[in-house]
């Protein structure tokens, strides 16, 4: 499972991190209450990073097959969303600078912009 639950990412960063890399499921998440137990998305596979303290992060396990109700390449543009309207951007602590780095390598603007 790669759902996020209570305190699971938080607690293994804890014990052994932080983490140089993660590579975070963001696909197969609608409709959530379907899916929230088994898979997480854009907006869970964020706060996993930043729990974590991933210095790169890496999205993965979406748009091969069809498995849910998200449409093609909506993950990645919602992830893509998300970290563009965070509140933690530009803020001086050690979330914001794990976030930029998960914006840098989870989805890049030119990646997002094409068909």
Do not use: N
Not at 1 to 7: E, F, G, L, P, T
Not at 18 to 47: C, N, S
Request: glycine fraction near 4%; charge should be neutral; proline fraction near 5%.
């Amino acid at each position: 499972m790669s759902a996020i639950r209570d305190r699971h990412f938080a607690d293994t960063s804890k014990k052994y991190g932080p983490f140089r890399v993660a590579l975070l499921p963001i696909g197969a998440y609608l409709p959530r209450w379907a899916f929230e137990r088994q898979h997480m998305g854009p907006k869970e596979a964020i706060q996993a990073a930043l729990d974590l303290r991933a210095m790169t992060s890496i999205a993965m396990h979406f748009d091969t097959f069809q498995l849910a109700d998200e449409a093609f390449l909506e993950a990645p543009l919602e992830l893509q969303h998300l970290l563009r309207v965070s509140r933690f951007r530009g803020e001086p602590t050690r979330s914001s600078s794990c976030l930029s780095q998960v914006s840098r390598s989870f989805w890049s603007e030119d990646q997002g912009s094409q068909s």
